[in-house]
């Protein structure tokens, strides 16, 4: 039996971290000319970083590895202060894309910490994100990733204690962490609102909507990307066979054999022609394609200021 129905999942797709640190390393190869160089790569999915490749964009993981005086774009995910610094020792012009929701916490950081707070970051351990918020303070601060972790943390006064959250993370899963860390520490205070991206929230609330229409859903994303494996990892949780993908190409038909209803959705770094090409191919073999907006995204963020401006060297 051949799939009836795929319904396209919205939102979707890129949210508008993943487009602004996008159009910065694009928009830095048209001003400054290639090579730009990236820390790190500047989102995760993979076909975004071949297409910024083949335009001139060399990612890196180690500043060491950029010729000094090099055009450097900081990647989404944020960085740590000893980053910035190796940075202005090698007198790279540096350009600054880290996701503003990213930012937040890196004040929130240090706003906790001049509060004589310690902090408790809930997060995965080699994640970019969280190895840039663990590296401002890593004298106060210790990660966790599961609430079986929380009755292993050592601090000083719970009475003086606080917590913060990858942006990336299961809004399922960050809570069952909240709830462990309010039961052992109920003094704990929690950041002025919630750090779990909005668009992270939002994906994962319209798979839910979702769940109860899909036979299967299929996720496009890559396979580093922490919230895209989110979203599949929420469609699983309510029973919902789900599939994560990077393009077409990985899909396989026996996923939907048997299946009348496909829902595909997208992470926040996967661009929206992947989706089309999927969506097509069912199209092409007689599905009907429909969209399904749960909430409507209007978020937008302003381009980082050192694009404005000729480049002054680092420090």
Request: with cysteine.
């Amino acid at each position: 039996m051949a799939v009836e129905r795929v319904l396209l999942i919205e939102p979707r797709g890129f949210c508008a971290g993943v487009e602004r640190a996008v159009n910065t390393v694009e928009e830095a190869l048209s001003n400054f000319g290639a090579p730009v160089y990236v820390k790190h790569e500047i989102v995760h999915n993979k076909v975004v970083c071949d297409a910024l490749r083949a335009k001139g964009a060399i990612f890196v993981e180690e500043i060491a590895e950029i010729p000094e005086g090099s055009v450097c774009v900081f990647s989404a995910h944020g960085i740590a202060p000893k980053v910035r610094e190796q940075a202005r020792e090698r007198k790279l012009s540096t350009i600054d894309a880290t996701c503003p929701l990213v930012s937040k916490i890196h004040i929130e950081v240090g706003r906790f910490a001049k509060e004589g707070l310690e902090i408790i970051y809930i997060g995965h351990r080699n994640h970019p994100e969280a190895i840039g918020v663990m590296g401002i303070r890593p004298d106060i601060t210790q990660i966790v990733e599961t609430p079986a972790e929380v009755a292993m943390l050592k601090v000083k006064d719970p009475a003086k204690l606080s917590y913060l959250t990858q942006t990336t993370l299961s809004v399922d899963e960050c809570e069952g962490v909240i709830g462990a860390l309010k039961e052992r520490f109920p003094q704990m205070r929690a950041p002025p609102s919630s750090d779990i991206c909005y668009a992270t929230t939002n994906r994962q609330g319209a798979i839910k909507q979702a769940v109860s229409k899909c036979d299967a859903i299929i996720v496009l994303g890559s396979k580093n990307s922490s919230n895209s494996n989110r979203l599949v990892d929420t469609a699983k949780t309510l029973g919902v066979d789900a599939y994560l993908i990077d393009n077409i190409s990985e899909f396989k038909e026996e996923w939907v054999e048997g299946k009348k209803t496909i829902g595909i959705s997208a992470g926040a770094s996967a661009p929206e022609y992947l989706v089309q090409e999927l969506a097509q191919h069912f199209k092409d073999n007689g599905a009907v394609v429909e969209s399904m907006q749960v909430i409507k995204e209007n978020m937008k963020f302003t381009m980082p200021y050192e694009l404005n401006r000729p480049l002054a060297r680092s420090g």
